[in-house]
């Protein structure tokens, strides 16, 4: 089963097993996403990012998808050479 750090856990977050997925509002206008399993290692950005945002459109309104602004696709081994994942870790303050 995936851990989700924030937000729910249902059916379909228990699909994917060794997933991570972790979000938060960075303002009012911003809601930023990161997601790492392991799957992702063997996808193409483009595939992972396809196969996401067919996830979340089938499963929220237009503007709730309008407001997500960082959608961060990666395997556990990219989570220290990416810096927005280090952004996540370690957010800077938004001014709105």
Same mark, same amino acid.
């Given at each position: 089963m #995936?851990?989700?750090?924030r937000g729910k856990n249902d059916e379909y977050v228990k699909e994917h097993?060794?997933?991570?997925? !972790? %979000?938060y509002r960075q303002n009012t206008a911003s809601?930023?996403?990161?997601? #790492?399993?392991?799957r992702f290692a063997k996808m193409s950005k483009g595939k992972r990012h396809d196969? #996401?945002?067919d996830f979340l459109a089938a499963? %929220?309104?237009?503007d709730t998808m309008q407001e997500i602004s960082v959608l %961060? %696709?990666?395997s556990p081994? !990219?989570?220290?050479?990416?810096?927005?994942?280090?952004?996540?870790?370690?957010?800077?303050k938004s001014g709105f």
């Open positions: #995936a851990t989700i750090v097993p060794g997933a991570k997925a !972790e %979000l809601i930023r996403i990161r997601i #790492a399993d392991q196969l #996401a945002w499963r %929220l309104d237009e %961060l %696709l990666i081994t !990219e989570l220290d050479s990416s810096f927005m994942s280090f952004e996540f870790d370690h957010p800077v």
